[in-house]
């Protein structure tokens, strides 16, 4: 074993780091899922008590939020601007989602929007559902220009820290249903289905369900704007995602921090941002108004999204007569 560590040590250290990334990656999924079929098991043969499934509750809504209003509309879209701690929270509780730093998931994401379902998107399902779902995990996990869209982040120190601190919020993500399930319920026994349902279980569907964005929501749904992907509202996910599923409105207007366009369209994400501005905690909040979306329209999206300033604006070089886009960034 020595020998074999002593070869590998000689290999190029890019081979090292797609290997380690290969590893992290097969542990993000499999170890994961191992803990929701443990779950499953034990909720079969002896139930599953309040204090565990609270936990996951509390801790799912936590880091899906962390994801989506954090990760996703306020870093790297910049849909909204906030208050430091609250900044300091989104981009903490998105890191024990297990996802990946704040500014490596944030960097992929302008590229994604950059390339949308054309060459050079990380995660497009025109290369096969699967690949859009977890394979480009260990083929894109560096792709071209996610640094240099991701320039201002670097510049963001609230993001350098949670970005060095990754590891310690992902840790903070397992601990904390671990002993707040073990305290609930007196007992050691509540340390382990802490662990598992608000640790692994809540891992394994906050990120299969944000997963299914790139996947399912690039391939089934609705299109009422014509952009220049594959882009899909699904109802059917909009409650498990927070409203992260209406992806068509999102591509369409990616500098609006609300996905919803028609009154039955639940985001629960863009209701936690309006209640963050109503209490001063957020301004500067993007929106899509005067939308119509009955009928079909035709959004333009540009093929590169600059990685400065204008980033959080609407990609679209046309937009029909009685939509405006405000972002105030």
Request: aromatic share 10%.
């Amino acid at each position: 074993m020595v020998i074999g560590l002593s070869e590998e040590l000689r290999q190029p250290r890019s081979q090292l780091l797609s290997a380690s990334s290969d590893l992290m990656t097969i542990l993000t999924i499999v170890v994961p899922f191992l803990g929701f079929l443990a779950a499953a098991r034990l909720a079969w043969s002896h139930g599953a008590g309040a204090a565990e499934i609270t936990a996951f509750a509390i801790m799912y809504v936590l880091t899906f939020v962390g994801v989506e209003v954090g990760f996703h509309r306020h870093f790297a879209h910049r849909s909204f601007r906030a208050v430091r701690p609250v900044r300091i929270i989104l981009a903490g509780v998105g890191s024990m989602a297990l996802q990946g730093s704040v500014l490596w998931w944030a960097g992929v994401h302008r590229v994604h929007h950059a390339n949308s379902d054309h060459s050079g998107d990380p995660h497009s399902p025109l290369e096969g559902l699967l690949h859009a779902h977890v394979g480009w995990l260990f083929r894109n996990l560096d792709p071209p220009e996610w640094r240099r869209r991701a320039s201002t982040l670097f510049r963001d120190d609230v993001v350098r820290a949670a970005t060095r601190g990754y590891y310690l919020w992902a840790l903070a993500g397992l601990l904390v249903p671990s002993v707040g399930v073990a305290l609930a319920t007196r007992s050691w026994r509540g340390l382990l289905l802490g662990f598992l349902w608000g640790g692994l279980v809540r891992i394994f569907l906050v990120n299969h369900f944000v997963w299914s964005i790139n996947s399912i929501c690039h391939r089934f749904g609705s299109r009422p704007y014509g952009t220049k992907d594959e882009s899909r509202n699904n109802a059917l996910l909009c409650l498990p995602s927070l409203g992260f599923s209406w992806h068509n409105n999102h591509h369409a207007f990616p500098g609006s921090a609300l996905n919803s366009h028609r009154w039955w369209q639940l985001d629960l994400c863009g209701f936690l941002i309006l209640a963050l501005r109503s209490l001063g905690l957020a301004w500067n909040v993007g929106n899509a108004s005067g939308l119509k979306t009955q009928d079909k329209r035709v959004i333009t999206e540009a093929h590169s999204v600059p990685s400065g300033a204008s980033f959080g604006k609407a990609s679209a070089t046309y937009r029909p007569a009685g939509a405006r886009v405000q972002s105030r960034l």
